[in-house]
């Protein structure tokens, strides 16, 4: 009987111990923005493969193309832990200082995204995390997608400099963006990223300043809408992956650490990607019958010291000297 007892109890210790494992796992949401069969998409599916596959008690689950909510709102959800990851822009609605994302002109190449944008250890993240630290959110890894043009029904007059251009052109909820248009001589109207495919298509607005070429390509040209990119440069499509610090405080570290990897992998493979088949989509942009409108260099630089002696000092009031400072410090 001794033996038994002795047995039993070792059986029941053996079975605590193993609990964890056959313990229900930890369902997860990621909540995305781009469309489903976008590459954004593909690399957020990717994420979720590698954290499942890992198994250590996580079951995570995709929701693309704003099913839980549109890129606005994303944040404000992930704070509060109605949602766990996002992948999506982060907007300034939430605080007026993380304008500082909108700033157009900081940086003028691949590699000055690489270095700048790319790195979570570089400077300009780390003013990122300050600010997204006091809301709960942790920014997991970053998605510079590339540059920014405007879509459009047809060319604009005086595309190519300062004057009225006589189109109308959805901007993102960022009083930096809007004014950025306003300089270059366009009419805006803000307009929550859902709204614009069928505002461009009943004419609401003649444009709007959203996509890089490859999402041009994939969200517009593929549904016959649009006729125009405008290839400034002036702004960036810089997605982020980040989760609520109230999901990882209930994840053990194994478990952080497989999300924060499969998220690491997929931002390095994202941007090499957009990096990679920038060319590619423009000229599947131009197949696919758009003309893409180039500034020429000088054209390009009289553009950008325009802008950013118009449109920076109007960012500092609600950024604040000090974080302008440091974005400055941070892209030299």
Request: with cysteine.
């Amino acid at each position: 009987m001794k033996k038994l007892l002795t047995a039993v109890a070792a059986g029941t210790i053996a079975l605590q111990f193993a609990t964890p494992a056959f313990a229900e796992d930890i369902k997860l949401r990621f909540a995305g923005v781009f469309p489903i069969d976008h590459q954004g998409t593909k690399m957020m599916e990717q994420v979720a493969a590698d954290v499942n596959a890992a198994d250590v008690g996580l079951e995570m689950t995709v929701f693309p193309a704003s099913q839980l909510g549109s890129g606005e709102a994303l944040f404000e959800d992930v704070a509060r832990g109605n949602i766990d990851f996002a992948s999506a822009l982060i907007y300034s609605d939430t605080d007026s200082r993380l304008e500082f994302l909108n700033m157009p002109f900081l940086v003028s190449n691949y590699d000055d995204m690489e270095r700048v944008l790319l790195d979570m250890d570089s400077d300009y993240n780390r003013i990122l995390q300050d600010i997204s630290d006091e809301y709960g959110v942790r920014v997991m890894a970053a998605n510079p997608e590339g540059f920014v043009g405007i879509v459009a029904s047809k060319e604009p007059d005086n595309w190519n400099n300062f004057e009225d251009k006589g189109m109308n052109i959805r901007v993102w909820s960022s009083n930096a963006v809007k004014a950025t248009v306003e300089t270059l001589g366009y009419r805006a109207t803000t307009m929550s990223w859902g709204d614009i495919f069928p505002a461009l298509q009943s004419g609401i607005v003649d444009g709007a300043i959203c996509c890089t070429k490859t999402a041009t390509y994939s969200i517009f040209a593929k549904s016959d809408v649009g006729t125009h990119f405008i290839e400034y440069n002036s702004l960036l499509e810089q997605t982020f992956y980040y989760g609520s610090e109230r999901t990882l405080a209930k994840l053990n570290d194994e478990q952080r650490a497989v999300v924060q990897a499969a998220m690491d992998k997929a931002s390095a493979e994202f941007f090499q990607y957009n990096r990679e088949n920038d060319a590619a989509f423009g000229q599947k942009l131009i197949d696919s019958g758009y003309t893409i409108l180039r500034l020429s260099d000088e054209e390009r630089k009289a553009m950008a010291d325009h802008v950013r002696a118009t449109v920076w000092p109007t960012i500092e009031g609600a950024v604040g000297k000090d974080v302008i400072a440091q974005v400055l410090a941070a892209v030299q």
